[in-house]
Nanobody, 119 residues
Framework: QVQLVESGGRLVQAGESLTLACTAS????????MGWFRQAPGSEREFVAA????????HYANSVKDRFTVSRDNAKNTMYLQMHNLRPEDTAAYYC????????????WGRGTQVTVSS
């Protein structure tokens, strides 16, 4: 059974950079895609970024495009989210999940890692 664990979240100041990691244990990354989502307190979970194993171009939410970069290292069973020029509105719990096939929902959600951006 695959388990996803997010790490790297912390308190940062606006304009700083931070890299999050999503590491799979119990199994290896496989399937169709891996995605990053975030959720602020009292808010709905929103899509941040995703990367498919069989294409070169990741997908990003407009709010993070050109600031965040998602990548995957299959050898390390880890997906990364490189975040630059962080803004207070990026404050949220960040989660990773996988999509095992094109028609499947995201699943195997991690517990999340908190990113707090102060102004």
């Amino acid at each position: 059974q695959v388990q996803l664990v997010e790490s790297g979240g912390r308190l940062v100041q606006a304009g700083e950079s931070l890299t999050l990691a999503c590491t799979a244990s119990g199994d290896t990354f496989s399937g169709y895609a891996m995605g990053w989502f975030r959720q602020a307190p009292g808010s709905e979970r929103e899509f941040v970024a995703a990367v498919r194993w069989n294409e070169d171009a990741p997908h990003y939410a407009n709010s993070v495009k050109d600031r965040f970069t998602v990548s995957r290292d299959n050898a390390k069973n880890t997906m990364y989210l490189q975040m630059h020029n962080l803004r207070p509105e990026d404050t949220a719990a960040y989660y990773c999940a996988q999509k095992v096939s094109p028609g499947s929902p995201y699943t195997d959600w991690g517990r999340g890692t908190q990113v707090t951006v102060s102004s």
